[in-house]
């Protein structure tokens, strides 16, 4: 639940910019297709919204174990937005000081 909670906030704050998401799973994959162009790992990303909302969020119902792949899994999109943004960001400081030279 924390890689979720941190890969949730890091879309909204940082990669679209807002307080609060709309529609929590339309509004993350949105903020995904603005770093990431492949289809199917915004695809994918469902995968990981299910678990978080059947799962790991919500103890109304009968819970099953979440597996080490599953959390690797949600691990992994964190790693690669925030690799992602950060990288851009970097590219965008250092042409910003070319252009100073």
């Known amino acids: 639940m924390c890689f979720y909670r941190a890969l949730e ?3 909204t704050v940082r990669v679209l910019q807002v307080t609060r998401l709309a ?3 339309k509004d993350m994959q949105r903020g995904l297709q603005k770093l990431i162009r492949s289809q199917e790992i915004i695809d ?3 995968s990981i ?3 978080r909302s059947s799962q790991a969020a919500h103890s109304q119902g009968r ?8 959390v690797r ?3 992994v999109f964190l790693d690669m937005v925030m690799n ?3 990288r851009r960001k970097a ?3 250092l042409r910003s000081q070319r252009e100073c030279s």
């Open 84 to 86: 992602t943004e950060f």
């Open 91 to 93: 590219n965008e400081i």
């Open 9 to 11: 906030n890091f879309i």
């Open 49 to 51: 919204y299910l678990i």
């Open 23 to 25: 529609n929590e799973l």
């Open 44 to 46: 994918e990303f469902r």
């Open 63 to 70: 819970q099953r174990e979440i597996s080490v792949e599953e």
């Open 73 to 75: 899994k949600v691990k």
